[in-house]
């Protein structure tokens, strides 16, 4: 993180790496060493096991999982909506009760809805980039949460937006949460796990299936 900067630079900084999340230790393409223990950290954030491979983008206060970009399956086949979650308690509580005052609606009313549709589209366009070659049909659908219009969930708009998407609800999010002084785990934040934005990576290989509910 620079110093002095804002949180909604920390937020949108893509300089350096952190290590990735996954199931069980290997090597990524960009040769960083992984291992179990994200995947016991997350399940201990999401209160079960995590539904379908992932990888970590942000990391919070001891390098805890904020947010984790999901493979386009679940480990039991059926397709994963929800390319990016937000893990992190402290935020995960922040836009939990800015939704419980009618953030949805009010990110509706004040975001550029030709913004929001694009960022749908290019959200859409990006997990289906990581879609492996020949896989067979259903495959996910929709936008940011799943859907295709207007704001679902102010978590999956501000995930992405802090795994470097160009998600205008995510960071209409992020001035809410700054207006209401939550900017704690904003702060908390390292930076993203590479420098490229809205770039879909490689693949993850295949590891050891886990089943459980594959739910946002």
């Not at 390319?83 to 939704?99: I, N, S």
């Not at 990110?107 to 289906?128: F, I, M, Q, T, W």
């Amino acid at each position: 993180m620079r110093a002095g900067s804002s949180a909604a630079d920390r937020v949108g900084d893509p300089d350096g790496s952190v290590a990735r999340g996954g199931h069980g230790d290997r090597s990524t393409s960009a040769g960083e060493l992984v291992g179990a223990a994200d995947v016991d950290l997350v399940t201990v954030l999401l209160g079960r096991r995590p539904a379908a491979r992932f990888r970590v983008v942000r990391r919070g206060a001891g390098g805890v999982p904020a947010v984790i970009e999901n493979v386009p399956f679940c480990d039991d086949g059926r397709p994963m909506p929800t390319r990016y979650w937000l893990v992190d308690p402290g935020l995960v509580a922040a836009v939990g009760r800015l939704e419980a005052t009618g953030g949805v609606r009010l990110a509706e009313r004040a975001v550029d809805p030709v913004a929001l549709e694009d960022a749908h589209r290019r959200y859409a366009a990006l997990r289906s980039a990581a879609v492996p070659r020949g896989h067979p049909r259903p495959w996910p659908s929709g936008g940011v949460g799943g859907t295709r219009v207007g704001v679902k969930c102010l978590h999956a708009h501000l995930a992405w937006h802090l795994a470097g998407g160009a998600d205008p609800v995510g960071s209409w999010v992020v001035a809410q949460l700054e207006e209401s002084g939550a900017v704690a785990a904003l702060r908390a934040l390292g930076p993203l796990s590479g420098s490229d934005r809205e770039v879909a990576p490689p693949e993850l290989a295949l590891m050891p299936r886990h089943p459980a509910p594959c739910s946002p």
